[in-house]
C-alpha cells in the first residue's frame, strides 16, 4: 500500500482528502483480512489510501501509543523547533519497533506528496488535517468540543513531523522507497 502511495500520491490531486468506493473498500478489506491476494495496483489509488487510513485506525491503541496520548499533545506547546523535535525522537524511542517503522515509511510518503503540493493540492496542512484522526485517538470518549481540540492539536503535530521529517527520522526517509 505504501510504495503504491509513494508512487501515485505525489501526482494524484487530494491524495488522502478523497475517499474510495465504499463498497470496493469493503470488498477488498474483507480480502485482506482473509488473507487473500489483492492487486491494489488495479484499484484506485484513493481505494488504497482509503484502505491504508482504515488499517492506521485500526491499530490497537494507535500507531503513536494512546498511553504516550497526553505526551504527543504537549509536544507543540513547547520552544523552539529543536525542543519539539527531540521531545518527539524521545516519544518516537517509547513506541514498539514496528510502530517506528511503519511510521518513516508514512512520513517518507508523506514528505513525497508534501514535496509537490502544488501539483497534488496536498501540503502539509491538508495531509495532518487527513491522515491526523487516524494516527492518534484520546484513550478515553470526551465532548465534542474536548475531540475537536485534540484533533487540531494532533493535526499541528502531524504537520509539524510531516514538515521535519528528516530531521526527525534522518534524510534516509528520501530513499527509504529505493528506485520504485
Not at 488499517?55 to 519539539?84: A, H
Amino acid at each position: 500500500m505504501l510504495s503504491l502511495l509513494y508512487q501515485e500520491g505525489p501526482s494524484t490531486e487530494g491524495i488522502f482528502r478523497r475517499s474510495g468506493s465504499a463498497k470496493t473498500c469493503k470488498e477488498l478489506k474483507e480480502k485482506l483480512d482473509s488473507g487473500a491476494e489483492v492487486d491494489l495496483a488495479c484499484e484506485s489509488i484513493f481505494v488504497t489510501a482509503s484502505l491504508f487510513k482504515d488499517f492506521l485506525r485500526n491499530i490497537p491503541g494507535s500507531i503513536l501509543s494512546s498511553q504516550l496520548c497526553d505526551k504527543w499533545v504537549s509536544v507543540m506547546d513547547q520552544g523552539n523547533n529543536e525542543e519539539k523535535i527531540k521531545s518527539i525522537q524521545r516519544l518516537i524511542e517509547q513506541l514498539p519497533r514496528a510502530n517506528v517503522v511503519l511510521l518513516r515509511y508514512l512520513f517518507g510518503v508523506l514528505h513525497g506528496i508534501e514535496m509537490r503540493s502544488e501539483e497534488n493540492q496536498m501540503n502539509a496542512f491538508n495531509l495532518a488535517i487527513c491522515i491526523a484522526p487516524s494516527l492518534l485517538w484520546p484513550p478515553v470518549s470526551s465532548t465534542p468540543d474536548v475531540e475537536s481540540e485534540f484533533t487540531k492539536k494532533i493535526s499541528s503535530l502531524v504537520q509539524f513531523l510531516t514538515e521535519n521529517c528528516c530531521r526527525i527520522f534522518g534524510e534516509e526517509i528520501n530513499s527509504l522507497f529505493g528506485e520504485i
